[in-house]
Every structure is written in structure tokens, then in C-alpha cells.
């Protein structure tokens, strides 16, 4: 079956980094789009972008061009999303989601990302 | 980029009654909106796609509907189960964008 399994919670420092990572099984890694997306605390949802995971062909929304970089590493059929200069706002759970047939069926976990000194 | 409303932002529901969820876009997205279900703690699961399709495994109680700028989430029977957030997303134009969420609590 389907399964897309993230890293685990992080908790980074302001300005500092973090690349998240998103492990997909059960399927031809290749065949279908990975997505990210960001949701803060109790409030709702927002699209991050997309990857083609075979070209690597990347789609961002404008809010998240400067802030998060997509890639993949076929060879394990890892997506990876890098968040940069955190700040606050960054504090959130981010999903990673896989399109398909108009609907993203499948989700991971999501992993908490906490910016704290 | 395209603004989803929904409404209402919370609802008041009892078992066995019929809730309608509403969702317009601020341009036309065709059928291209599907809607998601929330609880606490867990990733949001797809219940419909494509605007009426009803995703593998959702009980037919759940029914959407619409086209354009105006959809509607429908559960016919409220089960306790069904207490959670919803969202819709479109996904006709890029970014893809969520609505605020409609929360269904009991009375």
C-alpha cells in the first residue's frame, strides 16, 4: 500500500535551516507528483509546491519561493523540502502529499517544525 | 490567486441530521475542488474529488456538488464519527489553495 513517511519533529534556531524528508513506498516514486503542505497552529492549510519527482521540475507557490527549495532523491525514493532563514512564522506541521486522479489521497504523518532560540 | 470562503466557520450539528457545507471560489475553478475531513492530531483525508467524486472507502452519505465558483459539501446523516474540520481546495489554478475550514461540533 501507499505510504509516505516523514522525518520526525524539529526544532531549530531562528535564521538557522532544516531540510525535511519524506520516504514514499508502495508505489512508482516516479509516477506521480509529491506536494508540500504547511499548516500553523489550529489554523488552516496552505499549499507549499510541487515536484516532478522524474524530471524534477519544481512548482511553488509565490509566499514559499524564497523560503522552501524541493528535490528528491530517486535512488531512495525520498522527497526532501528545505525550509531557509526561519523565523517564527515558519513554526508549523508540514505534510508531504502525493496527487492523483484530481485529489491527494495520500498524506504523510506530517512533521512538527518549532523555531525557537 | 484564488480565494476560497467558506462557510459557515463553525457549525452547532446533532447525530442524524443533514449538514451542508459551503465553499466559493473567488474565480472559476470548473469541478476542480475537492474536500477534505480533519480530526485532531491526524494528516486531512480525501473525501471528495473532482467536485461530486466521492473518494474510495467515504461513505456515501458524503455528497458534494458544484461547479464554477459555488460547492457544497453535504452529509446526509451525521454520524459522531464525522465531528471534524473541513476544508475544500482548488486546485484549478496554481497557487492551489485551501479554504478557511468548517468546523462541525455537537449541540
Known amino acids: ?117 | 490567486e484564488t480565494v476560497m470562503t467558506q462557510s459557515p466557520t463553525s457549525m452547532s450539528t446533532s447525530i442524524g441530521e443533514r449538514v451542508t457545507l459551503n465553499c466559493k471560489a473567488s474565480q472559476s475553478v470548473g469541478i476542480n475542488v475537492d474536500w477534505y475531513q480533519q480530526t485532531p492530531g491526524q494528516s486531512p483525508k480525501l473525501l471528495i474529488y473532482g467536485a461530486s467524486n466521492r473518494h474510495t472507502g467515504v461513505p456515501d452519505r458524503f455528497t458534494g456538488s458544484g461547479f464554477g465558483r459555488d460547492f457544497t459539501l453535504t452529509i446526509s446523516n451525521m454520524e459522531a464519527e464525522d465531528l471534524a474540520v473541513y476544508y475544500c481546495l482548488q486546485y484549478g489554478s496554481i497557487p492551489y489553495t485551501f479554504g478557511a475550514g468548517t468546523k462541525l461540533e455537537l449541540k
Open chain 1, 1 to 117: 500500500q501507499v505510504n509516505l513517511l516523514q522525518s520526525g519533529a524539529a526544532l531549530v534556531k531562528p535564521g538557522a535551516s532544516v531540510k525535511l524528508s519524506c520516504k514514499a513506498s508502495g508505489y512508482t516514486f516516479t509516477d506521480y507528483y509529491i506536494h508540500w503542505v504547511k499548516q500553523s497552529h489550529g489554523k488552516s492549510l496552505e499549499w507549499i509546491g510541487y515536484i516532478n519527482p522524474n524530471s524534477g521540475y519544481t512548482n511553488y507557490n509565490e509566499k514559499f519561493k524564497s523560503k522552501a527549495t524541493l528535490t528528491v532523491d530517486k535512488s531512495t525514493n525520498t522527497a526532501y523540502m528545505e525550509l531557509s532563514r526561519l523565523t517564527s512564522e515558519d513554526s508549523a506541521t508540514y505534510y508531504c502529499t502525493r496527487f492523483s486522479y484530481g485529489g491527494f489521497p495520500y498524506w504523510g504523518q506530517g512533521v512538527m517544525v518549532t523555531v525557537s532560540s
